[in-house]
């Protein structure tokens, strides 16, 4: 039998994508009232892999990763899904975009083994949290890189993605070590 323990702490990150580099700016400034300082920013990329969002969002989409200062609790992805979802709403309401969405944002969190995502849609490969919240792991890291799978997104399979992930995973072995001390 196993034994019940507590998880290791996670590195939180933010991916945030726009049209508009006020609203990835916004973005950055309301995560960071609630979840604290960022440890690591990637520059905004082209996101170019699809043109899937441009109906909602319209073309000349960026796409910018912000990964925060405090560990948390692996579980706080659900309030972390919830809160995005709102600030996406209330981004929506208060700019003066024409785009339905003119702001998107996706959670997860990275750990020294794999990259998770939140999600409101349950597919073959995800697992629901609660609270109408399902996660799926995006990447795994093996073998010094980090791999997708057949249901990852298109985008997280760039390299220039995967070399802020490097990043942002060196970051957190830091952390751990400090931690341990």
């Known amino acids: 039998m196993g034994h019940i323990h507590e998880p290791e702490p996670v590195t ?6 726009s049209r508009y580099p006020a609203a990835l700016a916004w973005a950055r ?6 979840w604290g300082a960022t440890a690591l920013v990637s520059e905004p990329f082209a996101f170019t892999d699809t043109d899937y969002y441009e109906p909602s969002m319209g073309p000349g989409l960026r796409k910018q990763f912000f990964a925060f200062a405090e560990s948390v609790d692996p579980a706080s992805l ?15 309401r208060a700019s003066q975009h024409d785009e339905a969405r ?8 990275l750990m020294l083994g794999k990259l998770v995502l939140a999600s409101t ?3 073959l490969h995800r697992l629901y949290l609660g609270q109408g919240i399902y996660a799926e792991v995006t ?3 093996k073998h010094g890189q980090w791999r997708h ?14 070399a802020f992930f490097d990043e942002c995973r060196q970051w957190h072995r830091q952390q751990r070590k400090e931690r341990a001390r």
């Open 29 to 34: 400034e309301r995560a960071e009232a609630a």
């Open 78 to 92: 659900i309030e972390h899904k919830r809160a995005t979802n709102a600030w996406e709403e209330e981004y929506a």
């Open 139 to 141: 990447l795994h890291f």
């Open 149 to 162: 799978f057949e249901w990852t997104f298109p985008d997280y399979r760039r390299a220039d993605y995967q």
């Open 102 to 109: 003119p702001l998107n944002l996706d959670p997860g969190y």
């Open 12 to 17: 939180p990150l933010l991916a945030a994508f």
């Open 121 to 123: 849609k349950d597919h």
